[in-house]
């Protein structure tokens, strides 16, 4: 099984549509294995996007995302890295195919609600950023009846 890191940014908080989000990957079972409400300081927001660094969106990148809270989570599933940008779509949504996410909820380029980890060294190196080891929970569905 593989594991991602997906962010619903600041925008995708303010739009109230987290919970979308999670239905969406939910319904695709994909399983949520941590998740926190964190407000990224300009430092931490440097850190984790260092690689961009000297491009010209490097900057507004790190406002927009130290702007409001940021919904972090760990995810689970068969080929989730995939499946998951898959179903995020195109990070600019004038060229997501119609029903991903950021075709539905983002505004632009940058205000794009969503970011998930593009390669299973980055998902590695994403998760160990937010998360330790104990912050993520193994765990198995369960029927609870009435």
Same mark, same amino acid.
């Given at each position: 099984? +593989? #594991?991602?890191?997906?962010?619903?940014?600041? =925008?995708? *908080?303010?739009?109230?549509?987290a919970?979308? %989000?999670?239905?969406?990957? @939910?319904? +695709?079972?994909?399983?949520m294995?941590?998740?926190?409400?964190?407000?990224? $300081?300009? @430092?931490?927001?440097? *850190?984790?996007?260092? +690689?961009?660094?000297?491009?010209?969106?490097? $900057?507004?990148? %790190?406002?927009?995302?130290?702007?409001?809270?940021?919904? %972090?989570?760990?995810? #689970?599933?068969?080929?989730?890295? $995939?499946?998951?940008?898959?179903?995020?779509?195109?990070?600019?949504? =004038? *060229?997501?195919? +119609?029903?991903?996410?950021?075709? *539905?909820?983002?505004? =632009?380029?940058?205000?794009?609600?969503?970011?998930? !980890? =593009? $390669?299973?060294? !980055?998902?590695?190196?994403?998760?160990?950023?937010?998360? !330790? @080891?104990? @912050? %993520?929970?193994?765990?198995?569905?369960?029927?609870?009846?009435?």
């Open positions: 099984m +593989e #594991q991602t890191l997906v962010i619903v940014k600041p =925008d995708g *908080l303010s739009k109230k549509i919970g979308k %989000i999670i239905t969406a990957m @939910e319904k +695709e079972n994909f399983k294995m941590a998740c926190r409400m964190i407000f990224l $300081s300009p @430092e931490k927001a440097e *850190l984790f996007y260092g +690689e961009h660094r000297g491009k010209e969106f490097y $900057s507004p990148l %790190i406002k927009f995302m130290c702007s409001n809270p940021s919904l %972090i989570m760990v995810w #689970q599933g068969e080929e989730i890295i $995939s499946g998951l940008r898959k179903m995020a779509g195109n990070t600019n949504p =004038d *060229l997501a195919e +119609e029903g991903t996410i950021r075709k *539905l909820y983002a505004s =632009d380029n940058r205000h794009n609600v969503i970011h998930c !980890s =593009d $390669s299973s060294e !980055s998902a590695h190196r994403e998760i160990n950023f937010f998360f !330790s @080891e104990e @912050e %993520i929970y193994s765990w198995e569905r369960k029927e609870y009846k009435k």
